[in-house]
């Protein structure tokens, strides 16, 4: 393949490139792939009216450059990419699948804050070591911004990110890597903050970070290291986060002025559960941080005022601190207290409410905050969810609950 043909080559460059260079290096999808996205971002580009123009002519260059030629999706900005043309299983699914087909090992990308990396892996138990890398357009093979290392047992059960600027490995950050088990797909996420890596295993936030060492732009490349004995990834995409993208499906939309300062509307102050909450559920919440806002919280209600369990953020000049409690709708009972972490202007918070056996644990960002909530009175009897979003323009943007 020509080394001038890399992601940041034009639509015209890569249709005119032979179907044996496109297979190659960036993989392929139909036309009717290309088009349909290319409605799709119409479509969002349609919501500004100065946009509409371009984005038909941009629709109709497309449909002329990509007729009867199988094209490269990553030559399309922002479109995602599947290595595959079928949608990968759960990851509670056990894969008698190995017809899922392993995806190249290369991929070309432009990656910017607010992008998320999203793949899929098979796990096959005895493998070798497996690895993601988000390779440096300085040098593309040698130069890791981001190594995400999966090692499971015997090789230690570990997940390790690490950076290699082309000449040694650097200081590494552990975590531990959850069970896996034989024959299942499992999802991996990479989100690309403002100034470090978050990952994810399925729902669960793997329990440290990376900060970003050498710049997130100068990243052209996803390297895939499959492993051994069948172990294999089979889908990679990268999109941005759903934070920017559409408001979330679990809760119903208001509407806000502000909304366009996240991409994201505040989602609507309550919801209704349509299932009991049981030891071993979670609640998912992503906030959108604005200094200077009031307190915001998250509430677990069994009626009106009946508040199960109260989790409040009062970020400064209001303490700087987490605040649990319960009100039978009488008043409010003990508090426990925690630290709540540094949060920066403008910066997306994720808070996930852990319902064990006898407690809540809160994380927020993927760390656990400083201290548990017992229950008093019975995880079964919440009924509701609700929010108060703060000020500000602080918000709430997405609540789900899920095992």
């Known amino acids: 393949m020509s080394n001038s043909l890399t992601y940041f080559s034009t639509v015209e460059e890569v249709s005119s490139t032979s179907d044996e260079d496109l297979r190659e290096g960036f993989g392929f ?20 009216e100065e946009s509409k123009e371009a984005a038909e002519s941009e629709v109709g260059r ?58 899929t892996f098979l796990f096959k138990k005895g493998t070798e070591k497996f690895n993601l890398n988000l390779m440096s357009e300085k040098d593309s093979q040698k130069f890791y911004t981001f190594h995400l290392d999966f090692r499971p047992y015997p ?41 470090q890596f978050r990952v994810k295993i399925n729902d669960n936030y793997i329990e440290n970070t990376f900060p970003y060492r050498y710049p997130l732009q100068d990243v052209a490349v996803i390297k895939l290291n499959h492993g051994s004995l069948g172990n294999k990834w089979v889908s990679l995409t990268w999109q941005p986060t759903k934070a920017t993208q559409n408001p979330p499906s679990s809760a119903e939309v208001g509407n806000s002025k502000e909304a366009a300062s996240c991409g994201s509307p505040p989602i609507k102050n309550s919801i209704n559960l349509d299932t009991k909450l049981q030891p071993g559920m979670k609640i998912s919440a992503r906030a959108f941080f604005k200094k200077g806002t009031k ?96 000020s500000n323009g602080n918000k709430w943007i997405a609540l789900d609950y899920h095992e």
């Open 29 to 48: 999808l139909s036309p009717d792939t290309v088009v349909n996205y290319v409605m799709e971002l119409r479509k969002k580009l349609r919501f500004t």
């Open 62 to 119: 497309l449909r002329r450059l990509v007729k009867d030629k199988e094209a490269s999706t990553s030559a399309v900005p922002n479109l995602t990419y599947t290595g595959y043309s079928q949608e990968p299983g759960s990851s509670n699914q056990a894969s008698n699948s190995l017809d899922n087909n392993k995806i190249n090992n290369l991929h070309f990308v432009k990656l910017l804050p607010g992008i998320e990396i999203h793949a």
């Open 155 to 195: 090789l230690g059960n570990v997940i390790v990110m690490n950076t290699n600027p082309a000449k040694s490995w650097e200081r590494e950050i552990r975590a531990e890597l959850p069970q896996l088990v034989n024959g299942r797909m499992y999802n991996v996420t990479v989100l690309c903050e403002n100034k």
């Open 295 to 390: 307190k915001f919280t998250i509430n677990l209600l069994k009626n009106t005022g009946f508040y199960i369990f109260h989790l409040d953020f009062r970020p400064y000049p209001h303490g700087n601190v987490i605040v649990m409690n319960t009100n039978p709708s009488k008043s409010w009972e003990k508090e426990i207290r925690a630290e709540l972490p540094s949060l920066k202007d403008g910066e997306i918070m994720d808070v996930v409410i852990e319902c064990g056996k006898d407690k809540f644990k809160v994380k927020v960002n993927g760390n656990y905050i400083g201290n548990v909530f017992p229950y008093r009175y019975p995880l079964g009897d919440v009924k509701m969810l609700s929010v108060a979003h703060g």
